[in-house]
């Protein structure tokens, strides 16, 4: 259909014809003539039409989807739209054929200053992704998942795909969705927790994921959904929880180098400047008690941060260690799960972490408890009965190496990294208490 796309024209293609298909984006009548702003995925680039052309297609509604033939032309050093990809040549149409015409009046302002509410942008998605910001977004989204998969494989991990519908999680019951299963009740996973552990166990020693999660709480804020896409992994023989921090300091650095690189044009036009972080600091959540403390928030002991302490402590990092990341240590025993191993010097933590980034927690880790014995007396500590979970003590009995992992989440990750301000403009249909369509 196309001999090019938008996005690939330059001034080396001037006097050639080229076949063109995209959407109207904009149609500007001038007296006889028109100018039409065509997209396809690559930018935008600017069509003239004249008189003939004008009087046949003037009623050509915006986001009709058009093909056309036309010469490219160099356009004035004056002219130049800085703001579009193809800005330094012009389409002087010769044929015009229109493939779908739009409706009228569109349902959303689809432009790049639109006005319309983030939840109606949501129910028509998909024209709001034809803004070049809404495609440049999920662009940045497929690469940051791309490049994560190669950053895992370079590393030596295997990808693993686990059940999302299950007999029942390791963590807190009350964050699952039940579904009723052939006479019996399942729960959609809100982690894939209990199958990495068991994979490492396995023998493929080093494993990843990437995959849906869901979790069943009533949160109305700007990092909750209920559904989203979780990158775990877990990693056996290590020696603490610092092996595993490790992999994923090496795993930003590669990840904000690399897209630095595949997606400049993109990060220019969202504005982002992205900054790869050098080492990550550590900062125990006992020292980040008496930096809150000193600017007035108190956090008692066995409490962890919420997410006003946790924005402050990224102000305080940033300000101190020029970082956008830190990584949070020690986090009390009566906030984690029974899984995470505890020091042998303080039983009143854990061996574990969480990463902030930008003032948000984006990872939670630890070093697991592999020791059948304790791991018991800590479920018991917590009121539970790991022979209640039959499968995930079997893990524990046939040889089981030190091992510790983390949990990400991607669209915080997007929604960080792009600093959108809300996580629902880092995926393309997010669902949260209220929303369940499209
Ligand atoms: P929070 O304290 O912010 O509610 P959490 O501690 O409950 O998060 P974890 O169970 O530690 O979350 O999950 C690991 C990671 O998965 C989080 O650090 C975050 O990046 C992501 N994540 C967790 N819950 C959600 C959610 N409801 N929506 C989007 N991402 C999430
Ligand atoms: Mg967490």
């Not at 080093?206 to 995959?211: D, F, T």
């Amino acid at each position: 259909m196309r001999t090019h796309h938008c996005g690939e024209l330059s001034v080396h293609e001037a006097g050639k014809e080229v076949t063109l298909a995209g959407w109207v984006d904009t149609l500007r009548v001038s007296g006889k003539i028109s100018f039409l702003l065509l997209r396809d995925r690559t930018g935008i680039v600017q069509v003239f039409l004249d008189k003939a052309l004008t009087e046949q297609f003037q009623n050509v509604k915006p986001q009709s989807v058009v093909l056309l033939t036309g010469m490219v032309n160099k356009r004035p050093a004056n002219q130049v739209k800085a703001d579009m990809k193809t800005g330094e040549v012009e389409i002087s149409a010769k044929t015009l054929e229109v493939l779908n015409m739009a409706e009228t009046p569109l349902p959303i302002e689809v432009s790049e200053d639109t006005t319309t509410g983030l939840d109606k942008r949501l129910d028509y998605r998909f024209l709001d992704v034809r803004r070049q910001k809404g495609t440049d977004i999920f662009t940045i989204r497929s690469k940051i998942y791309a490049l994560t998969t190669a950053f895992f494989d370079k590393e030596k991990f295997i990808a693993i795909q686990t059940p999302k519908l299950t007999a029942s999680g390791v963590e807190s019951g009350a964050e699952e969705f039940k579904i009723p299963y052939f006479g019996k009740t399942a729960s959609l996973a809100q982690s894939p927790q209990i199958y990495k552990q068991m994979f490492v166990v396995s023998g493929l020693e080093r494993v990843y994921e990437i995959g849906t999660i869901f979790r069943a709480e009533k949160s109305h804020t700007t990092r909750h959904l209920t559904e989203f896409t979780g990158v775990d992994f877990e990693m056996g023989f290590i020696e603490s929880e610092h092996d595993v921090m490790a992999v994923i300091e090496k795993y930003f650095q590669f990840l904000i180098k690399e897209l630095e690189k595949e997606c400049k044009e993109e990060l220019a036009r969202l504005g982002v400047h992205l900054r790869v972080p050098k080492t990550i600091p550590k900062l125990s959540l006992h020292d980040a008690r008496k930096i809150l403390k000193e600017k007035g928030k108190v956090i008692p002991e066995d409490d962890d941060l919420d997410a006003e302490g946790e924005k402050m402590i990224g102000a305080y990092i940033l300000e101190k260690f020029d970082s956008d990341f830190v990584f949070m240590l020690d986090y009390p025993w009566t906030k984690r799960p029974f899984y995470h191993m505890r020091p042998d010097k303080d039983k009143k933590v854990t061996k574990s972490f969480d990463l902030v980034f930008r003032g948000v927690e984006i990872a939670t880790g630890a070093q697991r408890e592999h020791r059948l014995d304790i791991l018991e007396a800590q479920c018991k500590e917590k009121g539970l009965d790991l022979k209640n979970l039959p499968f995930y003590r079997d893990i524990f009995r046939y040889g089981c190496p030190p091992h510790g992992g983390v949990g990400l989440g991607l669209d915080r990750i997007t929604n960080q990294l792009l600093d959108l301000g809300n996580i629902r403009e880092a995926i393309l249909l997010p669902r949260d208490p209220e929303r369940l369509t499209p």
